[in-house]
């Protein structure tokens, strides 16, 4: 702590900092006043820093309670990189754990997904969601699944997303050896 507060005497509008600096105060001190001052200060230092919004906005449906307000920082965090996996994972999570909408939930981790095939945050979610019996497959085998993730990787949210997905179609193989693995972890 002595040493964000030492950093921060430096550089009083590191974004970077600030972000750190509340994680530190959120998570470990419990301190969310103080946290959320930091988060403020970090987003006004750089409106389009995904991971002071997520936080931020993570902030504030667990110790405010403001879903409302959460969403809209997600939404910003979003805006700010389309293609940040992170950003739609955690948005996932809040879906889930404060809207209990599970279908926009799976959305998101589609799209964190398309962003990072490979992304293990989404994919253990995913597979946890599929293991829980939360989303069923259409026909309920392992090729489903596949089909379900291979997907997960193609679809095109809009034509700006084309190029992306050819680059995707690349990882298709590296993918599926993922699946084979959740696969496995299914059926154990």
Request: glycine content about 2%.
């Amino acid at each position: 702590q002595e040493l964000y507060k030492k950093s921060l005497s430096l550089t009083e509008n590191h974004t970077e900092t600030l972000c750190h600096y509340a994680i530190l105060l959120c998570d470990s001190v419990k301190d969310y006043a103080r946290a959320e001052e930091m988060f403020k200060n970090a987003v006004e230092s750089n409106p389009k820093h995904t991971l002071s919004l997520c936080r931020y906005a993570e902030l504030h449906a667990m110790s405010r309670k403001n879903i409302d307000l959460s969403q809209t920082y997600f939404q910003r965090a979003i805006e700010s990189d389309l293609n940040n996996a992170d950003t739609y994972y955690r948005y996932a999570l809040f879906l889930l754990h404060y809207k209990r909408d599970l279908t926009g939930a799976c959305r998101q981790l589609k799209r964190a997904l398309v962003s990072a095939p490979d992304h293990p945050d989404s994919l253990c979610i995913f597979a946890e969601l599929l293991s829980q019996g939360k989303i069923a497959l259409e026909k309920g085998d392992a090729d489903d699944l596949a089909d379900t993730i291979s997907f997960c990787t193609f679809v095109e949210f809009d034509n700006s997303q084309k190029s992306l997905n050819k680059k995707m179609k690349k990882q298709n193989s590296k993918l599926m050896s993922d699946v084979s693995l959740i696969d496995m972890m299914l059926r154990a």
